[in-house]
């Protein structure tokens, strides 16, 4: 119930597509859910963050969509570019536990 | 400012050692919280620290532990090392503790021979 599915494990996406990250949770007590974007030789930094009251949060070409009654929520790059070549996780973290729970992370490439 | 900083970078132990891993937050974060990343796991909860107090801990054996000082600072140590220990360690500060935005240092490579 601790988990945190992620989907899918690899992307390859052409410069200027969409890219798409999905994540699924069990755990009802999560009420955080941001998103980490790391670069090789790196630690993850955080890219946008949710919270289980609001459906969509748009940050520039990064979009966060939220579905609470599904216990699902993803991750949208508009516009995708080379630079965004890079891991990114997805997290769930209950409050006052002081405790990410990551996803298995997603490889994204896009192609220039 | 500064960055979170890690020492060392990169570690190499053989089987039964132990090692210590240090990690410096960024100035006046007073949450430090430590993250174990493999390939086959992915990033794996150890512990986290706030003003000394270690407020959460993961499922790891009790070979793994930590400790903060009063300037934040935090450690971790790892005793009887095993081949499955070779790993990046991750550490992460943060003002007040998540939800508050963790920062990440780059890690510590340790490899166990």
């Known amino acids: 119930q601790q988990q945190v599915k992620q989907s899918p494990q690899s992307l390859i996406v052409q410069k200027g597509g969409i890219s798409i990250i999905n994540c699924a949770y069990e755990?009802?007590?999560?009420?955080?859910f941001p998103w980490y974007q790391q670069f090789p030789g790196k630690g993850p930094a955080l890219l946008i963050a949710i919270r289980p009251d609001v459906s969509e949060k748009k940050e520039g070409r990064f979009t966060i969509s939220f579905n609470k009654s599904a216990k699902q929520f993803s991750l949208h790059i508009m516009d995708s570019q080379p630079g965004d070549s890079a891991t990114y996780f997805c997290?769930?973290?209950?409050?006052?536990?002081?405790?990410?729970?990551f996803g298995t992370g997603t490889r994204l490439k896009v192609l220039a | 400012k500064a960055g979170v900083t890690q020492t060392p970078r990169y570690l190499i132990k053989t089987r039964g050692q132990q090692v210590t891993l240090s990690c410096s937050p960024i100035s006046g974060h007073r949450s430090v919280s430590w993250y174990q990343q493999t390939p086959g796991q992915g990033l794996q909860f150890l512990f986290e620290y706030f003003s000394e107090t270690q407020r959460n801990k993961g499922n790891f054996p009790g070979r793994f532990s930590g400790r903060q000082f009063s300037n934040s600072r935090s450690e971790m140590n790892v005793s009887t090392l095993e081949l499955g220990d070779s790993a990046l360690y991750l550490c992460?500060?943060?003002?007040?503790?998540?939800?508050?935005?963790?920062?990440f240092g780059p890690g510590t490579r340790l490899t166990v021979t």
């Open positions: 755990n009802t007590a999560f009420d955080y």
């Open positions: 997290v769930a973290e209950a409050s006052g536990t002081y405790k990410y729970i």
């Open positions: 992460a500060s943060s003002l007040w503790g998540s939800p508050d935005e963790q920062y």
